[in-house]
């Protein structure tokens, strides 16, 4: 074979050595694949039948380096729960390389738990099975709702054991993004005053993901801007799919847009604004509903950052990042509003459709119904429908009465559209998921998978491919955890 697996021209790499360490993966015993994403790794222009042979397994294992690989962590830094860590970095990753797939596109693939690297600080660089799978399926769900985010190439087990609270079997996730530059990365160059460094990282960044705003007059300004507008969209997607990220520390926030670093992440069943999964998140800080104020705060940071490159004076600069950094409430509101109205089966923007949209989620709080069920069977209701024919939508309250209230004034303002039933259904269907990865159904196939048994991590994989179809009747995909299934914590498992 003469044309490499991967061909790699990785961009990062020519950048100054400051922005990264030389850190090769650690060979993996006896490693192999247990999830390949095939349909990405062709759209990168890799071939699959490849991939997925002896020689992709060691060149994503550690146990031969991939010609023309970079082999490289970056280093970043990041507020964490608030509070600045001027050093972080990948502890537990490796950038292979960029590869441009066919689609023109430049994509970083990165190895995730493939051991130590100088940003390792107290950590083995290792990743559990489960958490790697765990990302692996979370990300492609993301994928398949229709929200930015890193895509997953591949799992493999290492043949390792990973001593955390107990012994576990060890795993790597090959990870794909547009690039892995986080808020962090910019926050590390600004930290340590380099003014150099800094300008070096938004030219490459924006090179990467904003190319448009290197033509801007003020392309710092233009820089956050266009990440200030990408990130109030994401948010908002989160929200209207009951997605908690819970790690939105700055060194997980990527400039791409994209969702990044899915650790104690989790959808949540029955909606609550305050709900928090994340068993390290004690003050909730990135609880469901703070999402949008802690975007807002991070996107902060990355202005202060990027102070130094935005004006002349330090009041030109504040003023730009001022400006910049103010279209996220508005963007925010506005692709929020969007979502709920679509998600109402609304065309049409009304007075009164903001409340409207907030007493239901009010209701659905006091009620404790399941918000993905809740607003899919929304769309199967009847405009003329009332409460003996809602049935599956107000029995999902716990006290149903307390959504024929509201279905009345829904109805009224669906008279003012213009869609039949079947038209708004059709519709309503494309944006309320039938299922999400429910945390006990994740959890219910990493631990199989743990025991080695993959068939339910792969059928549960397989129907979050398709996860706006109609279930069929019963499908235990598509419930809620009974009471003693429920998950309530998550963990990074890092
Ligand atoms: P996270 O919040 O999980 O994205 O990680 C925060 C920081 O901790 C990053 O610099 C990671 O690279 C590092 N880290 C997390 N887990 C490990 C580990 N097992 N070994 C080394 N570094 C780690
Ligand atoms: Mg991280």
Same mark, same amino acid.
């Given at each position: 074979m003469t044309q490499p697996l991967f061909a790699f021209d990785t961009s990062y790499a020519r950048l100054p050595e400051r922005f990264y360490s030389p850190a090769p993966p650690a060979p993996a015993p006896d490693p192999a694949f247990l999830a390949l994403n095939r349909p990405l790794a062709e759209q990168m222009g890799i071939d699959p039948e490849r991939l997925a042979s002896e020689e992709g397994r060691d060149a994503l294992t550690g146990r031969a380096a991939p010609e023309g690989a970079a082999l490289i962590a970056m280093a970043y830094a990041g507020a964490q729960f608030g509070h600045f860590v001027p050093q972080l970095g990948d502890g537990r990753a490796v950038l292979l390389g960029e590869v441009v797939g066919p689609d023109g596109a430049r994509r970083d693939i990165q190895v995730k738990g493939a051991g130590r690297t100088p940003y390792s600080r107290m950590g083995d660089g290792k990743a559990p099975l489960g958490p790697a799978l765990r990302e692996y399926l979370v990300s492609e769900a993301m994928h398949a709702l229709g929200?930015?985010?890193?895509?997953?190439?591949?799992?493999?087990?290492?043949?390792?054991?990973?001593?955390?609270?107990?012994?576990?079997?060890?795993?790597?996730?090959?990870?794909?993004?547009?690039?892995?530059?986080?808020?962090?990365?910019?926050?590390y160059f600004a930290s340590r005053g380099d003014r150099e460094g800094l300008e070096i990282l938004l030219n490459h960044a924006a090179e990467r993901a904003w190319p448009e705003t290197l033509e801007a007059d003020n392309p710092a300004a233009a820089f956050l801007r266009a990440v200030s507008l990408a990130q109030a969209k994401?948010?908002?997607?989160?929200?209207?799919?009951?997605?908690?990220?819970?790690?939105?520390?700055?060194?997980?926030?990527?400039?791409?847009?994209?969702?990044?670093?899915?650790?104690?992440?989790?959808?949540?069943?029955a909606y609550?604004?305050?709900?928090?999964?994340?068993?390290?998140?004690?003050?909730?800080?990135?609880?469901?509903?703070?999402?949008?104020?802690?975007?807002?705060?991070?996107?902060?940071?990355?202005?202060?950052?990027?102070?130094?490159?935005?004006?002349?004076?330090? !009041? @030109? +600069?504040?003023? #730009? %990042? *001022?400006?910049?950094?103010?279209?996220?409430?508005? =963007?925010?509101?506005? /692709?929020?509003?969007?979502?709920?109205?679509?998600?109402?089966?609304?065309?049409?923007?009304?007075?009164?459709?903001?409340?409207?949209?907030?007493?239901?989620?009010?209701?659905?709080?006091?009620?404790?119904?399941?918000?993905?069920?809740?607003?899919?069977?929304?769309?199967?209701?009847?405009?003329?429908?009332?409460?003996?024919?809602d049935g599956p939508v107000r029995e999902l309250f716990r006290?149903?009465?307390?959504?024929?209230?509201?279905?009345?004034?829904?109805?009224?303002?669906?008279?003012?559209?213009?869609?039949?039933?079947?038209?708004?259904?059709?519709?309503?269907?494309?944006?309320?998921?039938?299922?999400?990865?429910?945390?006990?159904?994740? !959890? @219910? +196939?990493?631990? #199989? %998978? *743990?025991?080695?048994?993959?068939?339910?991590?792969? =059928?549960?994989?397989? /129907?979050?491919?398709?996860?706006?179809?109609?279930?069929?009747?019963?499908?235990?995909?598509?419930?809620?955890?009974?009471k003693e299934e429920e998950v309530r914590a998550t963990f990074c498992g890092t």
């Open positions: 929200v930015p985010t890193t895509r997953a190439l591949a799992v493999l087990r290492t043949g390792e054991v990973v001593l955390r609270d107990a012994p576990l079997p060890g795993a790597v996730i090959v990870r794909v993004a547009t690039a892995h530059i986080r808020v962090g990365t910019f926050q994401l948010v908002a997607k989160w929200l209207s799919l009951g997605f908690i990220h819970g790690v939105m520390n700055t060194d997980n926030m990527s400039v791409t847009g994209e969702t990044i670093d899915y650790g104690p992440c989790a959808f949540m069943d609550a604004a305050g709900r928090v999964y994340s068993s390290i998140d004690r003050h909730g800080r990135y609880a469901y509903g703070n999402q949008p104020k802690i975007a807002h705060w991070n996107l902060l940071q990355l202005a202060e950052a990027l102070l130094p490159l935005m004006g002349e004076t330090e !009041e @030109e +600069a504040v003023a #730009a %990042a *001022q400006e910049a950094l103010d279209v996220f409430p508005g =963007a925010f509101s506005d /692709a929020w509003r969007g979502a709920l109205q679509a998600k109402l089966g609304l065309t049409e923007t009304r007075e009164g459709d903001d409340a409207l949209a907030e007493d239901f989620l009010a209701a659905l709080e006091a009620g404790e119904a399941d918000f993905t069920l809740a607003f899919r069977g929304l769309g199967a209701l009847r405009a003329e429908g009332g409460p003996e024919t006290k149903p009465g307390a959504f024929d209230a509201w279905a009345v004034r829904w109805r009224a303002r669906l008279a003012e559209e213009a869609r039949s039933d079947g038209e708004r259904r059709a519709a309503m269907d494309q944006v309320n998921p039938a299922i999400i990865p429910r945390n006990h159904l994740v !959890e @219910e +196939a990493l631990r #199989a %998978a *743990q025991d080695g048994d993959m068939a339910p991590f792969d =059928a549960l994989h397989a /129907a979050l491919a398709a996860p706006f179809a109609d279930r069929p009747a019963g499908d235990r995909y598509a419930q809620p955890p009974a």
